[in-house]
Nanobody, 124 residues
């Protein structure tokens, strides 16, 4: 069974940091696009970042560039999202997503597997 499992969400104060993890299992290949989207209440799902596991190169949306860092584990089955300088606008449900072929990184429809999501809340 193909599966993505997220962990690491929680409540953090503005300016703080969190680290999210996404573990992939059951995929036929270790080479795929793995990314994060987020969705705040009443808003559309927003692309955050994606990595191609083949070369480990991450891509970021402008809203998180310079604050978030995406990396992958040695086995290419796990990715980590280090989020620094968090602000209330980062509050959302964060979803891990994966797909073998992704032409448009910021389009949710390009990803064929999704996790259940992990909540990130930035508040004082």
């Amino acid at each position: 069974e193909v599966q993505l499992v997220e962990s690491g969400g929680g409540l953090v104060q503005p300016g703080g940091s969190l680290r999210l993890s996404c573990a992939a299992s059951g995929f036929p290949s270790r080479y795929m696009y793995m990314g994060w989207f987020r969705q705040a209440p009443g808003k559309e799902r927003e692309w955050v970042t994606t990595i191609w596991t083949g070369d480990g190169k991450p891509y970021y949306s402008d809203s998180v560039k310079g604050r978030f860092t995406l990396s992958q584990g040695n086995n290419k089955n796990t990715m980590y999202l280090q989020m620094n300088s968090l602000n209330p606008e980062d509050t959302a449900m964060y979803y891990c997503a994966a797909g073998p072929y992704v032409a448009a990184l910021d389009m949710p429809s390009e990803y064929n597997t999704w996790g259940q999501g992990t909540q990130v809340t930035v508040s004082s």
